[in-house]
């Protein structure tokens, strides 16, 4: 403890003078005083003295410094999985009831050495309230972040990780709890006994289907504990049963497929449910149900492979777009000219235009129908022809010789998703034989990909898209891309990268711009735990973003229920966050108005309710033991609950904290000194008064 001072100690000299001149003069010169004593007299200006100095010494504002120890108790985290799989076994009476007050008597036992806060996690880490075993989803990959985000800056104990082992999002928490530089224990929930349980482990089938054609549906079936009985699998549609088989099941543990064919009925978007009928005394059913969702389209959408003559690149378009039923694909050669465009939605121009097949007369009646075109450059094109065709692009020819360029992604390019394992092996792509030009490009024009010539990155687009009189166009700059589709073979194992990169490409250019002033963008199908959002622009004549108006959206579900909303402004656009919405089938409607033109906009979206909660049953004890084991913890089960509460307080497996903090209080603000002072003032006042110095 110590007394420090707001002003200099040093006044504290002049103001013990000044107390005793001041009392000086008041009892050594004043002759009502004379007849008492001395010894009176010297109390009297001790107390004078004594008060005055008392009041300038208050006045430098004192103040005592000292210094108290706190102690902290070590932090024990307890993180309690709040999942839905929890109480999916035959102790799922415990779960509901006494396990809650076991837990709650454990926390009370170790307060005794630990401050014991607990989180609940499932689809959220969060601090708990109600555990009710209800989360949808468990995520386990956020634990170790929660728990630094909150006792970082604590003396941590301990964590108990109470749970089933069991998580369906997310990755695996072992390598993020492995990290905590304290124990954690599990506590190893659920059964890992296999209980009677069928369920549907996948689906395949194609998610397009042609109008009154059949589409075939394999469905991948487990079942457990269950032999000698009888597994019926059906096909519903507007919960009307179409398709069943029944599959007998011949040992414990079965798994197997089931094939079906359904006619596509109906166009649009049709959902289907699978179902597999419950067993006798099954435990979980809610893995039993899968939805299927089928797009039925009345026509293909016809592709024309135009060539100058033969070449690789037209065989590698052909064999990925003919992996998408939604293309039929024509392949024909300049020679076999004119060919009918009546039903050809898009056309690829292999070398085209040439010296011998200039095609003018064709491409003209391409231009009169906007028909989407997708030039591909090669070593026989007509440079000049192309450069009179009126596109937003010009090659400017610096030679007859070509160069081998690779593609360098541009990172703005956002007209479609280009896949990453494309994106992830581009720089290992083999080069596509460009001609030795300079590329200019005018408005409305996106780059997928840059040209890199001898390692160096130049301004020279390799594929452009763009829009042009109405109608959309595409140039690859280059021939030679049949390579990338064996490149794609050896980095990746299969084709699905080019095919898919191809088939996007295509898909673009053969969606028709709507021309429509107000469009609006929202999926089309959802799960429950999905934030459905509304994006929404609106052209004014000029064709100029604008978001003043409002933009009203009506949203319906099955049974009718209509639910209105006003979308929100932001930057030139609108957009809207709905959050989730039950599961279920939903229209909606959006409307607006500007310059007097009203504008409306339509269409259907589908929420699943997915039950991942529900496909697994077996509680997943091994990764528990794992995670205890990594971070010198140990597995425990309920029943030893008590046994491990004490043992964790006779060991020493963390100290509590003692911090040293330093206060300090104003003597002002002490009122027995104020009373001292004035007991001091009121004795002298009393003695002068009783000895009639007054």
Do not use: C
């Not at 269950?226 to 179409?242: F, G, P, R, T």
């Not at 699978?274 to 969702?293: C, D, G, W």
């Not at 929420?607 to 909660?613: F, H, Q, V």
Request: glycine share 4%; net charge negative; aromatic share 10%.
């Amino acid at each position: 403890m110590s007394l420090i001072f707001t002003y200099s100690p040093w006044w504290l000299v002049a103001g013990l003078a000044l107390a005793i001149g001041l009392s000086t003069l008041l009892y050594y010169r004043d002759d009502k005083l004379s007849e008492l004593k001395k010894g009176m007299v010297r109390l009297l200006f001790g107390l004078r003295a004594l008060f005055i100095f008392a009041i300038i010494f208050l006045l430098l504002g004192p103040e005592v410094k000292f210094t108290n120890s706190e102690t902290q108790k070590p932090i024990f985290v307890i993180l309690q999985d709040n999942s839905a799989s929890i109480p999916l076994n035959q102790d799922s009476l415990y779960y509901q009831g006494e396990y809650h007050e076991d837990m709650e008597s454990f926390a009370i036992k170790i307060s005794e050495k630990f401050d014991v806060k607990t989180l609940s996690f499932g689809d959220s880490v969060r601090e708990a309230s109600d555990i009710n075993f209800s989360d949808k989803l468990t995520n386990m990959s956020r634990l170790s972040d929660a728990i630094e985000l909150r006792y970082s800056r604590e003396s941590l104990g301990g964590v108990l990780l109470a749970s089933d082992g069991l998580y369906n999002q997310g990755i695996n928490p072992l390598n993020q709890l492995s990290g905590l530089p304290i124990p954690v224990f599990s506590l190893a929930l659920g059964d890992t006994l296999q209980q009677k349980d069928a369920l549907i482990a996948d689906l395949n089938y194609n998610q397009l289907a042609f109008y009154k054609n059949s589409f075939p549906v394999r469905v991948y079936y487990e079942a457990y504990d269950a032999e000698d009985e009888s597994l019926e699998i059906q096909i519903k549609k507007d919960n009307n049963v179409i398709a069943n088989k029944t599959v007998e099941i011949t040992q414990n543990s079965d798994r197997g497929h089931v094939d079906f064919e359904i006619e596509a009925s109906q166009l649009g978007l049709q959902v289907y449910e699978i179902e597999i009928v419950a067993l006798n005394q099954e435990i979980s059913l809610k893995n039993n149900q899968e939805i299927m969702l089928i797009n039925v389209i009345d026509n293909q959408q016809e592709v024309l492979l135009l060539g100058r003559a033969p070449h690789p690149d037209l065989a590698a378009f052909r064999r990925a777009l003919e992996q998408n039923l939604n293309f039929s694909v024509r392949l024909h050669m300049a020679n076999e000219l004119p060919l009918d465009l009546t039903d050809v939605d898009i056309v690829v121009l292999h070398d085209l235009p040439a010296a011998q097949f200039p095609i003018s007369n064709f491409i003209t009646d391409m231009n009169r129908r906007k028909i989407p075109v997708m030039f591909i450059l090669g070593q026989n094109s007509d440079i000049q022809a192309f450069n009179q065709l009126g596109l937003p692009i010009q090659v400017r020819l610096r030679g007859s010789s070509f160069d081998n360029a690779q593609a360098v992604l541009n990172q703005q390019f956002d007209l479609f998703d280009i896949p990453q394992n494309l994106i992830d092996v581009l720089d290992r792509m083999p080069p596509l034989s460009v001609p030795f030009a300079s590329v200019q490009l005018q408005d409305a024009f996106d780059i997928a990909f840059n040209q890199r010539i001898s390692g160096v990155e130049t301004d020279n687009p390799l594929l452009t898209f763009m829009q042009y009189d109405n109608n959309k166009f595409a140039v690859l700059t280059g021939s030679g891309i049949w390579r990338w589709r064996i490149s794609d073979f050896r980095y990746n194992g299969n084709h699905n990268a080019f095919d898919e990169f191809i088939n996007k490409s295509i898909q673009y250019l053969i969606t028709k711009s709507s021309g429509q002033q107000f469009a609006v963008n929202v999926g089309q199908i959802f799960t429950n735990n999905e934030a459905i959002v509304f994006q929404a622009e609106l052209y004014n004549e000029a064709w100029e973003l604008v978001n003043n108006p409002e933009v009203r959206l009506s949203i319906e579900d099955s049974l009718g229920q209509k639910l209105e909303y006003t979308m929100n402004r932001g930057m030139n656009a609108y957009r809207l966050n709905l959050g989730n919405l039950a599961s279920g089938e939903y229209s909606w409607t959006a409307e607006t108005s500007l310059q007097g033109n009203n504008f409306s906009e339509t269409g259907s979206f589908i929420i699943r309710d997915i039950s991942l909660e529900g496909l697994k049953t077996r509680a997943d004890h091994q990764l528990l033991s794992m995670i205890a084991n990594r971070t010198k913890g140990e597995m425990i089960y309920p029943n030893d609950l008590d046994a491990f509460s004490e043992k964790i307080l006779s060991e020493d497996i963390s100290k509590s904290r003692v911090f040293a903090k330093e206060n300090r209080a104003s003597l002002l603000n002490l009122k027995w000194i104020f009373f001292l002072i004035l007991s001091w003032i009121s004795i002298e006042w009393f003695l002068r008064k009783f000895f009639g110095s007054y």
